[in-house]
């Protein structure tokens, strides 16, 4: 049974979700899901680090841009992201979140990704 253990997307403000300018974009994880997922999974290794990158994408289209990353978990893994260049309009954010695990004397990933719609208006 795989388990929801994000990346759960932060929404500024739960009426937010037109943006304009530069726009903090923040996710977190649910740590006990998680050990739950890598335990039914059979990673028992110790978790080495989780990396959240972050793209977007005008919405309809096929390819997304990568906006940038972060490890700052205990800031919930936080990037700026500057509209300001974009056409007003619909988009997607993804946040595609990365936990590595030592394995075997190696090192794996299992990968979570969360896409949320949002409007910018500048």
């Known amino acids: 049974m795989p388990y929801n253990w994000g990346p759960h997307y932060l929404v500024p ?3 937010m979700k037109t943006y304009s300018g530069t726009v903090q974009l923040r996710e977190e994880l649910q740590e006990e899901l998680l ?6 999974l059979a990673l028992s290794g110790p978790i080495l680090r989780i990396v959240n990158p972050w793209y977007y994408r005008k919405k309809g289209t096929e390819t997304w841009l990568k906006i940038g990353e972060s490890e700052d978990r205990q800031q919930n893994f936080p990037v700026r992201w500057t509209t300001t260049g974009l056409k007003n309009g619909q988009y997607e954010i993804l946040g595609l979140m990365h936990v590595f695990v030592r394995q ?7 990968a979570r990704q969360n896409v949320v719609e949002v ?3 500048n």
């Open 104 to 110: 075997n004397g190696g090192e794996t990933a299992i």
């Open 13 to 15: 403000s739960e009426v």
């Open 35 to 40: 050990y739950k997922e890598l335990n039914e």
């Open 119 to 121: 409007t910018v208006k």
